[in-house]
């Protein structure tokens, strides 16, 4: 499983954008709202698990799309479960590390 991540530093903190690759580029729709998970947001390069399991541990703030993305992070303990939001089948989770 690859993951797709754009990481930069915002405010002094490190910020990771992660989704699934197989979402890269896509728009979903849900009624009048429609998103667009796109290469400039999350598309900088392709991670493998333990990358993306490295990246997830070490960042601030982490913004998240996607089953596979969402639940790496849950598994490490990063992020709720009740915290998620769906959106025409794809979870998205905002992450903030204190």
Not at 10 to 31: F, P, V
Not at 73 to 97: C, Q, R, Y
Request: glycine share 8%.
């Amino acid at each position: 499983m690859q993951f797709a991540i754009r990481s930069t530093n915002y405010q002094n903190q490190s910020m990771l954008n992660i989704c699934d690759a197989e979402l890269l580029g896509k728009k979903i729709t849900e009624g009048e709202l429609t998103m667009h998970i796109s290469e400039g947001y999350y598309g900088e390069r392709f991670v493998e698990k333990d990358e993306a399991e490295s990246l997830l541990k070490s960042s601030s703030i982490i913004n998240m799309a996607g089953k596979e993305t969402i639940a790496l992070s849950l598994s490490l303990g990063i992020g709720a479960e009740n915290a998620i939001k769906t959106v025409s089948d794809v979870p998205f989770l905002i992450v903030f590390h204190m």
